[in-house]
């Protein structure tokens, strides 16, 4: 399982495929719960990707029970809305359907976003 840092450069190296890398992790994260993973906190330099992996972990960190990382607290929201999907027509949704980990950092997913099969 790769750690927070890790994903961070994969996703700015390919950022294409981002949600590839992301999903990657979330699954790692479901199976191993390895809060080594999460412990070290990554470089706070690209506002849009910092928010959505402190939002993404966070998530998970209350789906599984445990407490999230206090360096995330430093994470700071988007200047603006970021509307992950960018598509115009689902903004509306993600409004209303967004987990508030992700609201608080002005991040607007669907509620599903993070559902796998």
Known sequence: MINLAELKK?????????AIYLMD????????????????PFALDNP?????????TEYLCDEAGIAPPAWMEQVPACRTPYFVSGIESL?????V???????IRKIF????????V
Do not use: C, G, H, M
Not at 25 to 34: A, E, G, I, L
Not at 91 to 95: A, P, R, V, Y
Not at 97 to 103: E, G, T, Y
Not at 109 to 116: A, T
């Open 97 to 103: 359907q967004s987990p508030a980990r992700f609201r």
């Open 109 to 116: 997913v669907l509620e599903n976003f993070l559902n796998r």
């Open 48 to 56: 849009r990707v910092d928010a959505l992996l402190a939002s993404t």
């Open 10 to 18: 994969q996703i700015e190296t390919d950022p294409v495929n981002w």
């Open 25 to 40: 992790f979330v699954d790692d994260f479901r199976y191993y719960r390895d809060q080594s993973a999460i412990r070290e």
């Open 91 to 95: 903004k509306s949704f993600t409004l």
